[in-house]
């Protein structure tokens, strides 16, 4: 008592304001609508766990892992042929309203399709607050956000978080596609696609843009630098692109259970798609013919349809940094889907002469000619 006098000189009055002050924060805490300070926000670490009776309740070095923000599951009286899960940054709204424009939710049930979004945390974002994503979450129940930091080498965490979700919700779809959401994709035409796979419903396979023999990067200036710690081999396995590719639920289990007990490895398609995959033997089918590896092939296609009623030969592909280019090129690709079109003579990667737009986020474009073969 002595010591509280010689700081506080009316302790009685001290103990009230301070039992005020304790009373009012709790009060902020439990009424804020910004839920940052609940985020347990976490960084990448190694799994050590060698358990092979692997639980979903485990999520690599994740003690407490938990969906922020879950999704609607897959409904059990609904025929949906596809789960289409989308890798997209927290702040990415543009792209997501560009997507959702495209084909809303009543849309996707027309063909046979449900699809959710993929985030993490970013508590540091200076456009895009967590209230925000709540909110956007609220309006469409499509958003599955964990509890980890947004962070380029955390996207393998969200990359199997999306097969794990999947999984465990939407285990009665026949495939699983797995893409980003600065990937452009001709909607329409995924059921037609997804025939022509003819796979066994109880095959392991992955069907993408396949990428064989390619080296370790242990060039320190590069983006792709991998440490002999992280990756020892000089090569990697056989992997797809992580742009775009389609799976099914027995395969995305089987992955996100070895992942669990398997070293974990920040570039994400090579991690799933080939360290994991090469060790449950899943059989990869090439399906690059359908992929423009350039935006400005997607961009040609678009000026082709609008100008020309041409038929587009490819079905994916970057957006170049156009974040409106989804909605765009469906837009303009739905007037071929109805047997509209004209076909090529030659192929789109032949007779492509494309605008290269350098989108500069917030700024202004700048725009070059050039052929692209």
């Known amino acids: ?69 879950n999704a609607r599951k897959c409904e059990n009286n609904t025929k949906i042929n596809a789960l289409i899960i989308v890798t997209s940054y927290f702040g990415n709204v543009e792209t997501r309203s560009a997507m959702r424009r495209a084909f809303s939710e009543e849309d996707l049930k027309q063909i046979n399709l449900k699809r959710v979004f993929l985030l993490g945390v970013a508590p540091s974002d200076q456009y895009t607050r967590q209230v925000s994503v709540q909110n956007e979450n609220k309006r469409f129940g499509d958003i599955i956000q964990g509890n980890f930091i947004e962070a380029y ?32 994709v001709n909607v329409e035409q995924l059921p037609k696609l997804l025939k022509s796979l003819k796979t066994p ?29 992280e990756y020892s081999l000089p090569m990697y396995p056989t992997f797809v692109s992580g742009w775009f590719y389609i799976t099914n639920p027995n395969t995305a289990e089987k ?50 349809i609008r100008s020309k009623n041409l038929n587009c030969d490819v079905l994916v592909g970057p957006n170049g940094g156009n974040n409106n280019l989804f909605y765009e ?23 492509c002469v494309a605008k290269k737009f350098v989108h500069l986020g917030r700024g202004k474009p700048q725009v070059h000619n050039y052929k692209l073969h």
């Open 1 to 69: 008592m002595k010591i509280m006098e010689m700081f506080f000189p009316r302790p009685r009055l001290a103990a009230a304001l301070l039992g005020i002050l304790t009373t009012l924060i709790v009060l902020y805490l439990l009424n804020t609508s910004n839920k940052d300070v609940y985020i347990n926000i976490l960084e990448p670490g190694t799994y050590r766990n060698n358990d092979k009776n692997i639980k979903f309740e485990i999520f690599f070095d994740i003690k407490n892992f938990h969906y922020i923000l």
């Open 255 to 304: 992955i996100y259970k070895l992942s669990q007990i398997t070293k974990y490895f920040w570039i994400d398609d090579t991690f799933v798609s080939g360290i994991l995959a090469q060790k449950l033997k899943v059989k990869h089918y090439d399906i690059s013919k359908y992929y423009a590896e350039h935006s400005e092939y997607m961009e040609c296609c678009l000026d082709d």
């Open 329 to 351: 090129f469906n837009n303009a690709v739905g007037i071929c889907n109805l047997h509209l079109c004209k076909n090529r003579t030659k192929p789109l990667k032949e007779t």
């Open 153 to 184: 080498r955390n996207l393998t965490y969200k990359h199997v978080m999306g097969l794990r979700w999947a999984a465990q919700n939407c285990f009665n779809v026949d495939f699983i596609i797995k893409m980003d959401d600065d990937t452009v």
């Open 201 to 229: 419903k109880s095959q392991n396979f992955i069907a993408g843009y396949v990428l064989r023999n390619m080296l370790a990067i242990r060039e320190p200036a590069n983006k792709w630098y991998v440490t002999q710690d």
